[in-house]
């Protein structure tokens, strides 16, 4: 497995920005995909966006399109999500995930790996 640790969560106003980092260790970080999830009160976790390990592929969900975006840095075994334009609707405790089962998946059980989760709450 995986071992993933996220940061960057925090409270900030609608139409503002936050970047959320998720950093790995163990297994061969560069080659495997990662994605992020999130999680709001009284809901189901959902898929936020994916990263291929080279990179260079990203799927997103249709919320979030044009606002988010994930990125690595393979020599520093992080992921990034840069949110911008942040929406009330946004607030949740946000996972980094890995071990993805199929690429373009967007099923939490389809992810072997999780981060402990980070709280962003965005103020309307």
């Known amino acids: 497995q995986v071992q993933l640790v996220e940061s960057g969560g925090g409270l900030v106003q609608a139409g503002g920005s936050l970047r959320l980092s998720c950093a790995a260790s163990?297994?061969?970080?560069?080659?495997?995909?990662m994605g992020w999830f999130r999680q709001a009160p009284g809901k189901e976790r959902e898929f936020v966006a994916a990263?291929?390990?080279?990179?260079?592929?990203?799927y997103y969900a249709d919320s979030v399109k044009g606002r988010f975006t994930i990125s690595r840095d393979s020599g520093k075994i992080t992921v990034y999500l840069q949110m911008n334009s942040l929406r009330a609707e946004d607030t949740a405790v946000y996972y980094c995930a890995a071990d993805m089962k199929s690429w373009g998946s967007t099923w939490p059980e389809d992810f072997g790996s999780w981060g402990q989760g980070t709280q962003v709450t965005v103020s309307s």
């Open positions: 163990g297994r061969t970080f560069s080659r495997i995909a």
């Open positions: 990263i291929s390990g080279g990179g260079r592929n990203t």
